[in-house]
């Protein structure tokens, strides 16, 4: 089964910049696109990225995604962070099916 | 602007069946390619594919949940409907209703969710 493997949290500075990682577990995560979601608590999700690398307008341009097919892997770039930032992120992509696939998920902290 | 809602028990005892209705506003359910998905989220965990239809009544179930799931549409009320049989405990969690693009089967729009618990 096609897997979405993210890290569990990741927390850095207002200001800063952070990424975070979207690893598939089989086949070429370059082949399908990746979306990425932002989810605050108590709330539904909310896109930030689709289709690998485009922003929903809307979204600052803070935001960003890329794909590397040398580690399979996608990516979220969140620069110039803001304590608004905080929430849960989430990476998207579909199997063969086909069927769709969550990462499990990243807290990111702002602070 | 596209907007879903979910409706349905909050409440279901085990062994019964799950069942919620999503209504599509702002647009007609049967126009562009897009798919019509329910996900679902247990408290403090990540987000579940239970699978999808398209207005032609074709559909995509998660391998899981297969065996308990059922998707349906009605296009004369703009809504699509899950059921989902034999519930547990484990079944508890906010269901979301979403539209998935035809293309890149990413989530653009999304419902506020609703909390289904399974208890007696």
């Known amino acids: 089964n096609f897997m979405l493997t993210q890290p569990h949290s990741v927390s850095e500075s207002p200001g800063k910049t952070v990424t975070i990682s979207c690893t598939g577990s089989?086949?070429?995560?370059?082949?399908?696109?990746v979306q990425w979601y932002q989810q605050r608590p108590g709330s539904a999700p909310t896109t930030v990225i689709y289709?690998?690398?485009?922003?929903p307008s809307g979204v600052p341009d803070r935001f960003s995604g890329s794909i590397d097919s040398s580690s399979n892997s996608a990516s979220l770039t969140i620069s110039g962070l803001k304590t608004e930032d905080e929430a849960d992120y989430y990476c998207?992509?579909?199997?063969?099916?086909?069927?769709?696939?969550f990462g499990g998920g990243t807290k990111l902290t702002v602070l | 602007q596209v907007q879903l809602q979910e409706s349905g028990p909050g409440l279901v005892k085990p062994s019964q069946t799950l069942s919620l209705t999503c209504t599509v506003s702002?647009?007609?359910?049967?126009?562009?390619?897009?798919?019509w998905s329910w996900i679902r989220q247990p408290a403090g965990k990540g987000l579940e594919w239970i699978g999808r239809?398209?207005?032609?009544?074709?559909?995509n179930y998660n391998p899981s949940l297969k065996s308990r799931v059922t998707i349906s549409v009605d296009t004369s009320k703009n809504q699509f409907s899950l059921k989902l049989s034999s519930v547990t405990a484990a079944d508890t969690a906010v269901y979301y209703c979403?539209?998935?693009?035809?293309?890149?089967?990413?989530?653009?729009?999304w419902g506020q969710g609703t909390l289904v618990t399974v208890s007696s």
């Open positions: 239809i398209y207005t032609s009544g074709s559909t």
């Open positions: 289709e690998d690398n485009q922003r």
């Open positions: 998207q992509s579909y199997d063969s099916s086909p069927q769709v696939v």
């Open positions: 702002g647009g007609s359910i049967s126009s562009g390619s897009y798919y």
């Open positions: 979403a539209r998935e693009s035809g293309y890149s089967y990413g989530c653009t729009y």
């Open positions: 089989s086949g070429s995560i370059a082949s399908n696109y």
